[in-house]
């Protein structure tokens, strides 16, 4: 059973920048596609990204591409989400994800297809 556990959250002036890391643990991680997702106050959780297995293919939500990037660190078990230019619609909580093993090329932004979570890290962008 994988366990996802998110951190680097926190408060930041519009304009600035941070970077979440989860850190995964109890199976191997490499062949998971991995999501980043997030949950803004009184809404429903959206996908932010996600990568497959080998970083060969991301996928980003129209309202970040340009400013969040997805990363991974297999040898690590690791996943990042570096996030540049938050707006104050970014706050929320930002949950990682893990899709198990598979031999799909691609990713999706859609949370019911992801079977493991993290407990979510809060992010609030507020002068």
């Known amino acids: 059973q994988l366990q996802l556990v998110e951190s680097g959250g926190g408060l930041v002036q519009p304009g600035g920048s941070l970077r979440l890391s989860c850190v995964a643990s109890?199976?191997?991680?490499?062949?998971?596609?991995l999501g980043w997702f997030r949950q803004a106050p009184g809404k429903g959780r959206e996908g932010v990204s996600c990568?497959?297995?080998?970083?060969?293919?991301?996928k980003y939500d129209d309202s970040v591409k340009g400013r969040f990037t997805i990363s991974r660190d297999n040898g690590n078990s690791a996943i990042f989400l570096q996030m540049n230019n938050l707006t104050p619609e970014d706050t929320g909580i930002y949950y990682c994800a893990a899709r198990r093993p598979s031999t799909r090329t691609y990713c999706t932004l859609f949370e019911t297809r992801y079977e493991y979570w993290g407990q979510g890290v809060q992010v609030t962008v507020s002068s």
């Open positions: 109890g199976d191997t991680f490499d062949g998971y596609t």
């Open positions: 990568m497959i297995h080998g970083g060969t293919f991301t």
